[in-house]
């Protein structure tokens, strides 16, 4: 039933997808039926995803990201989620035709991913909630870095048109101005839930299952996109930066999480990463008896 309900939103998301690019071609004329189309595909997508995300919290008694295809799941639904939420405010398809992409190759990555069900040794309810809080906030987080280098992307092909004299600006892309809030929303906000669902995992792994390493892809990848994070958010709160370069400076820092985190699922396999689970494959107690 999972398995259906992923298939069937990827499909809702296909659709959406499709609209959103054929309402961006023919941007100067009305498609009341395509505007609807992408509007209620995205919605039943969202709503498809959730229920989904909601049976297999169910099914697996409260424990939602024991596998890597969950996070990919919750990506998805972050990143069509947030895409909603953002049109209401400003009104804009022109990151829908992005956004809605993205979200069906988060969901295609989880559909694709070999789903091995990771065995935590602890069953407290504590660690459990803990666990899902600061993966949630993370990659509600990482949603809203997307929404914004998407943003920080349609920015820098206006800017440099408006700056070419012998181009005119695009009229089928927001105004610099909104782009640009979009951009520091995104960001903002991003950072607060990406920064607490970090300090709750490194928490868990450093504190609570006193795992002295620092060594773990994932660990070491979400520590320097923090970082990245970090130095831009300083550097446009101070006027270091113009809107220019920190629409720039958010196009690499995504580029680099995005890039990093694949590297990263690469080297370590599949749903093996301390930071969501706080142990490894290696570091899993033995159960008595089994062979070393």
């Known amino acids: 039933m999972y398995k259906i309900l992923l298939i069937i939103a990827l499909h809702l998301l296909f659709v959406s997808g499709v609209a959103h690019v054929w309402l961006l071609l023919t941007a100067k004329k009305r498609r009341p039926f395509w505007e609807q189309t992408a509007r209620w595909s995205t919605v039943g997508a969202c709503a498809t995803l959730t229920i ?19 996070l990919f799941v919750f990506l998805s639904l972050s990143t069509v989620g947030l ?8 009104h804009t ?16 990555l989880g559909l694709i991913t ?30 809203l870095f997307s929404i914004a280098a998407i943003a920080s992307g349609l920015y820098a092909f206006q800017d440099r048109r408006l700056r070419n004299r012998h181009s005119a600006p695009s009229h089928i892309i927001p105004p610099l101005d909104t782009l640009d809030r979009i951009n520091r929303l995104g960001i903002n906000w ?4 990406f ?7 490194i928490i868990k792994v450093f504190v609570i299952r006193r795992i ?16 990245l994070y970090t130095g831009l958010l300083v550097a446009r709160s101070t006027g270091s930066i113009g809107a220019r370069r920190a629409a720039l400076g958010s196009i690499v820092c995504f580029a680099v999480a995005f890039s990093g985190f694949m590297s990263a699922k690469l080297v370590r396999g599949v749903s093996g990463d301390m930071l969501f689970h706080g142990t490894s494959p ?5 159960q008595p008896g089994a062979p070393d």
């Open 195 to 201: 920064s607490g669902g970090l300090a709750l995992g």
């Open 190 to 193: 991003g950072y607060v839930l």
């Open 83 to 90: 895409y909603l939420i953002f049109y209401n405010r400003f």
């Open 282 to 286: 290696s570091q899993e107690p033995k």
């Open 52 to 70: 989904a995300l909601l049976l297999v919290h169910l099914m697996r008694d409260a424990r939602l990201f024991s596998t890597s295809a969950d």
């Open 93 to 108: 398809r022109t990151i829908g035709a992005i956004a809605v992409p993205l979200a069906a190759l988060h969901l295609t």
């Open 114 to 143: 070999q789903e091995r069900q990771i065995e935590v040794a602890e069953r407290a309810t504590v660690l459990v909630v803990w666990t899902t809080v600061h993966v949630a906030a993370a990659a509600i987080g990482a949603g």
């Open 212 to 227: 002295e390493t620092f060594s773990d892809p994932f660990t070491v990848v979400f520590v320097l996109c923090w970082l």
